[in-house]
């Protein structure tokens, strides 16, 4: 059911995901799409307008794209929150989304550096959604000259994957004026 989600979906607002998905070509009927050494492809980077529930924009690249290489070819709209792996994290462009007050959600890479600023309280209902850490942080480090310019919130969940296995995983995001078990 997705009662769940549309009573999310009013208390965030417009929400917009975005994932790419590579496509096998035979190399020999579409040499252009070299992707490996015998085998082609290509990979479509969809925006997912998730309270429309349907795609506002596909982009089409050769499967060698990296994902946070379409960014800049995407028109970003601060009323929404966008979602996406983290294929797609690049600081510099959190800074500039930061900037522009536009929001977004991820999950860090494990081998995100990170600062931890100050640690937020949490509430009952923060606790029953399993969040074990809301944080205000800095991604990057100073010592790579990678540090982020603007502080990022951390919401580490623990959760359970699909095989049934306990999983603790960080967002990170932009969004300070939402509670933590959103």
């Known amino acids: 059911s997705n009662v769940g989600l549309k009573k999310a979906l009013k208390e965030i607002g417009s929400v917009k995901l975005l994932d790419s998905s590579t496509v096998s070509l035979c190399l020999s009927s579409f040499p252009w799409a070299r992707?490996?050494?015998?085998?082609?492809?290509?990979?479509?980077?969809t925006?997912?307008?998730?309270?429309?529930?349907?795609?506002?924009?596909?982009?089409?690249?050769?499967?060698?794209?990296?994902?946070?290489?379409?960014?800049?070819?995407?028109?970003?709209?601060?009323s929404c929150t966008y979602v996406f792996d983290r294929a797609y994290i690049e600081y510099q462009k959190f800074d500039e989304f930061i900037e522009e007050d536009i929001y977004f959600v991820t999950r860090a890479k494990a081998d995100t550096k990170m600062e931890i600023i100050r640690s937020q309280p949490l509430s009952d209902k923060d606790k029953e959604a399993n969040i074990l850490k809301d944080a205000d942080v800095y991604l990057g480090s100073k010592v790579s000259?990678?540090?982020?310019?603007?502080?990022?919130?951390?919401?580490?969940?623990?959760?359970?994957?699909?095989?049934?296995?306990?999983?603790?995983?960080?967002?990170?995001?932009?969004?300070?004026?939402?509670?933590?078990?959103?």
């Open 35 to 45: 992707f490996r050494k015998t085998k082609g492809g290509i990979k479509l980077h």
């Open 145 to 182: 000259d990678t540090r982020m310019k603007n502080e990022m919130r951390l919401v580490r969940v623990k959760t359970t994957d699909r095989n049934g296995k306990e999983r603790i995983i960080d967002i990170l995001t932009n969004r300070f004026d939402l509670p933590a078990y959103v």
């Open 47 to 78: 925006l997912y307008d998730l309270n429309a529930e349907a795609p506002e924009n596909v982009i089409v690249t050769e499967a060698l794209t990296h994902d946070k290489e379409v960014f800049d070819n995407l028109s970003w709209n601060p």
